[in-house]
């Protein structure tokens, strides 16, 4: 089955210990569409500025990604700076300049409007609300979100949280979204606002997965270098969708296989800047990798 | 087979946000020896004052520990006293008195010194290594540390390592033993000091194996309420050893069986203060946990 998809597309700068980039491809729903189009079909739905470099667009082509949604506006594109210490869990932003973003109003194409799997990236609550209004009838809508919005459109995302079944946030978000700082009671408090699986992500701890009768630990790939974290959280998200869409089927143990999917194609992610250890990436890396996965956890 | 502890017997006062205890049972080799007679027959080898409660000589009898390896010295008992946040990590000492401890001078009793399986629990590595000395043909040595030592006895530690089969040592304590941010690189160098295997604690977010040729992540389990963290990491090296020395066998896969149930009964022993826990802890309810972690991980 394809996924639908609606998020950013953006050029990044980014400067980590190990190297640094200047306007390089990057954007929620771009490492989201990448990570998933190993799996299967995405259609994206985003907005560029004019200013959008035209290799960009024939390198998403190249992948297994539906352009159609791809909105193309008068401006510049949404840009933001960012840089990492040598602690990579979290970054300083520099700038971020929505320019197009800002009055972006997610039109979903006719075409799209049946599609059955649904990621809502980071974007306004509002936004995510609108585009669920437009999809017909959604058989599994999971999304992410951020501190901006929990502190800011706390209301609003609680209210679209009603609507979504996996919710996708860090650490850190469910602390602050739940008001709790027991991951546990937190996720439970998360629950409560209705959807029926919660993952919370701990960057190099791995990922934690509850639903109201069962929980479910990731660990993280261990690495010895992580060259920039930018986009990890939505390559995680990209191979989770990806592969339940593939799958067909969100039952517990396909959304745990997911979650594996998810950290591997985040652990490759981290390999490089922006978006170039995906554009290397095979299948077989992916499956290896997997493999590394259940050989570290198996006891 | 049986197990040989060396450590502290101690009177521990603690408070946490939910509770607090005055002159309690504790110590490392206390929590140590507690949760590995589940498994195997221990023996103790400490020092106490003569002060030290009758009581807690009667419980320590009703478990599977043998007491001949206890010193009883004039003078006080060593006590410690410590308090924690909300944030359980990291404990904040009101007053360590060594007081019998400063003067101890192992002495391992004839019958002890053809013990196959060692735990040199956190203490003056010139100790750990005089224990060591004193024991014939040891077929597997585990040790603890803690940053003190890091810091104040960093070449007695590393030349202790080299005959050492196996460090248990938490992430912070890794990262500054190896000088390394990274845990892969940091356990890599840690590995080159001597131990065939290390073990890092995470405390909520679990365990990390390494060896030359493999690594291996264990979940903790998720707990709504910590009460009390103290003796955690004695706790699950007991667990560990424990189940080794009744397996018989330090292989890889036992190895990885160890770290659950050492992680088992830690988690077991937040639940309550000083070792409440473990005293109304049952086979049945080590077993029961031990399954619930294959199905927290379980892809």
């Known amino acids: 089955m394809s996924l639908l998809v609606i998020g950013s597309v953006a050029l990044d700068s980014v ?12 954007g929620s729903a771009t490492y989201f569409s990448c990570s998933a189009s190993f799996f299967t079909t995405v259609k994206l739905v985003a907005v560029v500025g004019e200013d959008f470099p035209s290799r960009h667009i024939r390198f998403l082509k190249t992948r297994n990604i539906d352009l159609k949604g791809l909105q193309v506006r008068k401006g510049r594109t949404f840009r933001w700076k960012g840089s990492y210490e040598y602690d990579l869990n979290e ?15 997610p ?10 799997f649904v990621f809502l990236a980071n974007i306004d ?4 609300a609108d585009v669920l209004k437009q999809v017909r009838k959604p058989a599994l809508v999971a999304c992410d979100s951020m501190n901006f919005w929990i502190e800011n459109k706390r209301k609003e ?16 978000e469910a602390r602050e979204l739940a008001e709790e ?19 919370i992500k701990k960057g190099e701890h791995g ?41 067909g089927k969100a039952n ?17 992610n981290v390999e490089d800047f922006s978006l170039n250890r995906l554009r290397r990436l095979t299948l077989k890396d992916i499956d290896k990798r997997y493999r590394e996965f259940k050989k570290l956890t198996c006891f």
Chains 1, 2 share one sequence.
């Open 157 to 172: 995302l609680i209210r679209l949280l009603k609507k979504v079944d996996i919710f996708i946030l860090n650490d850190a």
């Open 91 to 105: 970054a300083k932003t520099v700038y971020t300049h929505l320019n197009v973003f800002s009055n972006f109003k």
């Open 125 to 128: 609550p509002d936004l995510q």
């Open 207 to 247: 990922a934690l997965l509850f639903s109201d009768h069962s929980s479910f630990s990731a660990p993280a790939y261990p690495l010895e270098s992580i060259y920039d974290p930018t986009g990890a959280g939505d390559t995680f998200a990209g191979g989770f969708m990806g592969y339940l869409s593939r799958a």
């Open 252 to 268: 517990e143990s396909n959304v745990r296989k997911a979650i594996i999917y998810g950290s591997v194609m985040a652990s490759y």
């Open 107 to 116: 039109h979903i194409p006719e075409e799209y409007k049946d599609e059955k």
């Open 15 to 26: 400067a980590t210990p190990f190297g640094s980039v200047e306007e390089a491809l990057g």
């Open 181 to 199: 700082p027991n991951l546990l009671k937190g996720a439970k408090r998360i629950l409560s606002f209705g959807p029926r699986m919660v993952i």
